[in-house]
């Protein structure tokens, strides 16, 4: 319990302290460090929303990482999901009313997560998104080779089957996954207060310009 106050008391400090930067520089910061990136449609069954799948799912991932001991595909797609929302939420337009501190707490968070997987701190975020869904969706398919191949070097530097090794042993990642379930909380209380921004059809990248 202290260790979440702790928590819940620095992620207000921290857009407090982000605040005056981000309306000083409303005009100016319209693009993610690392470019914009989309889901791809097989993100989400159906006609579902796929940020909001891509919600649910980091924060279930990443706060339960045994969850996907052992099974680098599904790891793969999380680790993906929240290299998206870590562009998505904090620029796209849709997101505008939400919490600041969501965004925040995910860009912050973004470079813990990178560190883990090997991911170059400059990789474009649509490279990164690419290619983890491509070794997951090999993987599925049994071709634990072509799952290595569908991560290249210059964006994984650890090397694909490096890359895929520590997908398989995902670590603890405790400030992504106070992020990842930070923009859960965010999303149900929009829900609960009929926003559109809470759901609805949208694309994998529906909140951008």
């Known amino acids: 319990m202290v260790a979440d106050r702790t928590r819940t008391g620095l992620a207000r400090r921290t857009a407090l302290l982000c605040l005056p930067l981000l309306a000083g520089c409303a005009g100016a910061i319209r693009q993610p460090p690392n470019g914009w990136a989309t889901l791809p449609p097989d993100a989400v069954a159906g006609a579902g929303d ?7 799912n980091t924060a279930f ?6 969850s996907v001991a052992g099974r680098p595909a599904e790891a793969a797609r999380a680790v993906a999901n929240y290299e998206f929302l870590a562009a998505e939420i904090p620029f796209g337009p849709r ?3 939400w919490n600041p501190t969501v965004g925040v707490q995910l860009m912050n968070a973004l470079p813990s997560v990178r560190t883990a997987f090997g991911i170059a701190p400059t990789a474009p975020a649509q490279g990164v998104v690419n290619g ?3 070794a997951s969706r090999a993987l599925q398919a049994g071709d634990a080779a072509a799952a290595a191949g569908a991560l290249p ?6 090397g694909g089957q490096a890359t895929l090794q520590r997908l398989a042993a ?8 106070f992020a990842a379930t930070l923009a859960q909380q965010e999303m149900d209380r929009n829900d609960r207060l009929g926003s559109p921004r809470g759901g609805g059809p949208g694309g994998g990248g529906s909140g951008r310009p």
């Open 50 to 56: 796929p940020v909001r799948s891509a919600i649910f």
């Open 61 to 66: 991932v990443f706060s339960n990482p045994a």
């Open 95 to 97: 997101w505008v009313g």
């Open 132 to 134: 983890l869904y491509a």
């Open 153 to 158: 070097p210059s964006i994984f530097t650890a």
């Open 170 to 177: 995902m670590p603890s990642l405790p400030d992504a996954a």
